[in-house]
């Protein structure tokens, strides 16, 4: 791509971001890039037809090998925005699923190539806009997890709560076993499931007080507020038995998984929060060499 053509991506999509004025824009659609280039930019769709695709002279440009140089278009119609693919190589999926032309609802997800584009309308664009965007920058978007950032953030807090209050404060870092043989012989989309599935489970046994949250590929971690290394300990075991007993065929071939777990808390000598992380990550690394799918805590060094 020449400067020449860059440059006239910069200015095209300046305009289609901020061609309407305060007034149309409460009242305008919009699509929000969810996954790929750009993450988190948006596209304002005027009267004029969307033309989304690789070439320069597109609306919005994504340069991504498997986009086609005119992919989609999204325009508005007499009864409300309709999608439409342009004859593309890979096909537009609206909702995940391929269209050759349909009509947009509040909410839908086109995706093109890898990039997942959320449709807004009504005149609560602007608030929800910029809800979705600290949702983007907080929240993991597979298991609706806090994200890794997010996470530190709260774990910060906490710690500054805890030695405020001379409180107890206890952190689990669980990883998920064998996780990368799971995406080798079942696919991604199987592994996808897998860290959903997970993740539902510490959801589900997951108090008001607690922070839990995807903190990278296949590692999960919580921080329990108020809770000793015996409390601690409990119900990472928990955590464990309730993963190990996961019934996933139904939704892949594998029959089980299994986690394992590093259990430390905040104790004296500690100074900053890698300090804690360093603690239980040790104990996560004690639970895969002892043989997997169990928890380890410092009390038992």
Known sequence: MNPADRDTTQRRTLRVSRGQDARDASTSACLVVLQGQR??????????????????????????????????????????YRVQDLDSTNKTLLNDQPIIEAELKDGDHVTIGNCVLKFMERSSVEA???????????IDPLTGLSNRRHFLELLERELARTARHERSLALLILDLDH?????????????????KRVAAVLKINTREEFVV????????????????????TAYAQHLCEGIAALELGDEVELEHVTASIGVAVWRDGMKILGDLLAAADAQLYRAKQGGRNRVCTAEAE
């Not at 929800?128 to 920058?137: G, K, S, T």
């Not at 012989?185 to 996808?192: C, E, I």
């Open 128 to 138: 929800r806009y910029h809800e979705e965007i600290y949702q983007l920058a907080t």
């Open 213 to 232: 949250a995807r903190i990278g590929g296949e590692e999960f971690a919580a921080v329990l507020p108020e809770h000793d290394l015996v409390q601690a």
């Open 179 to 195: 996780f990368k043989s799971i995406n080798d012989r079942y696919g991604h989309p199987a592994g996808d499931v897998v860290l």
């Open 39 to 80: 993450l988190g930019q948006r596209i304002d769709i005027g009267e004029a037809p969307l033309i989304i695709g690789r070439a320069p002279d597109c609306d919005f440009q994504v340069m991504e090998r498997s986009i086609s140089r005119q992919h989609s278009k999204i325009w508005r119609g007499p009864s409300g």
